[in-house]
């Protein structure tokens, strides 16, 4: 536990936990990832270099938030916790989405020997309705709502805190529940659930509006919420319920940032596609023709002829 008080310094200072599982997963997630890259490019077969940079990014805030004495502040600060909570729910989640790491997977994984069981377990996570299922927004958006809502105003954080490792479980739970969330939002990776843009808009206008809420909330309660952060060493020079106002602030303007950055993506790539879509069209119509145009084109001809064909109406 710290005994200093907060500062950039003692942010940044090595702080491993006795059991350093966060870090350790983001380390073992990055050189995964390199060994699949560097496979690739070996076998002269392209793989991007702004992915792989991307997803090491991802793993590099892990050990970052978790390693360093942020980890340690996070025990007893709730603005730290509730930093590293967004960090790992709405930050790190989206870096690793970006880098692809699925298709990297089945691109560089070998078909024979161990490989083709990692394949074949692969094949089968994709197509089982256990994956449909925790990938769909009825599941996701209660995921997200329990994780923000139902912590801190239904006193559900605090029996978890209390717990020998509940802190470092609470932050495994929450990179999953982001990247339940974000995975079918930004994946390129073939899922067993493909969400149309105006539904991932949706989700992300959303979880926008149910951050701002939480976080005005946060600022505004004049108690506190969670005994976990009551009482923070003296020597912090920390008051709680100041701290907790500090909280909110980054639930409202540092959680926003990065679903506003996904909303931009979201927007661009669906933007980006229907106008794809449309030229491709235009190229087909133009080889092969239009079948809705030829049919309505057909369709005014024959009222054309129908026309040509009646006697013509005597003056009065």
């Not at 990179?175 to 939002?185: D, E, K, Q, R, S």
């Amino acid at each position: 536990m710290p005994d200093a008080p907060p500062d950039i310094g003692q942010f940044l200072a090595p702080n491993l936990q006795p059991l350093p599982l966060l870090p350790l997963i983001g380390l073992i997630l990055a050189g995964l990832y390199l060994l699949g890259a560097i496979r690739l490019w070996a076998t002269g077969r392209p793989w991007s270099v702004g992915r792989t940079i991307t997803f090491l990014l991802g793993c590099l805030t892990i050990v970052l938030v978790t390693g360093l004495g942020v980890e340690g502040y996070g025990y007893v600060m709730l603005s730290v916790f509730m930093f590293q909570q967004l960090t790992l729910m709405m930050l790190v989640p989206a870096l690793l989405v970006l880098g692809s790491p699925g298709t990297l997977l089945l691109r560089a994984t070998p078909h024979r020997g161990w490989g083709r069981i990692v394949l074949r377990v692969a094949f089968h996570g994709l197509r089982s309705r256990v994956a449909r299922w925790l990938l769909h927004p009825a599941f996701t958006v209660p995921l997200f709502l329990l994780s923000f809502y139902g912590l801190y105003l239904m006193n559900l954080a605090d029996p978890i805190l209390a717990l020998p490792f509940g802190h470092l479980g609470l932050e495994l739970g929450f990179l999953v529940a982001g990247m339940f969330f974000t995975l079918p939002i930004l994946s390129n990776d073939p899922l067993p659930i493909r969400m149309s843009y105006p539904a991932r808009a949706i989700d992300l206008t959303v979880e926008v509006a149910l951050h701002a809420f939480f976080g005005v909330f946060l600022m505004m309660s004049p108690y506190l919420l969670l005994d976990s952060f009551a009482s923070p060493p003296p020597s912090l020079g920390v008051d709680p319920l100041a701290d907790q106002g500090i909280a909110g602030g980054l639930a409202w303007s540092y959680g926003e940032g990065p679903n506003v950055l996904m909303l931009l993506y979201i927007l661009q790539r669906w933007f980006r596609d229907d106008t794809s879509k449309a030229a491709a069209a235009d190229i087909r119509a133009s080889r092969y023709g239009d079948p809705d145009l030829d049919a309505y084109n057909e369709y005014l001809a024959q009222l054309h002829r129908r026309e040509e064909k009646r006697p013509p109406r005597e003056a009065p």
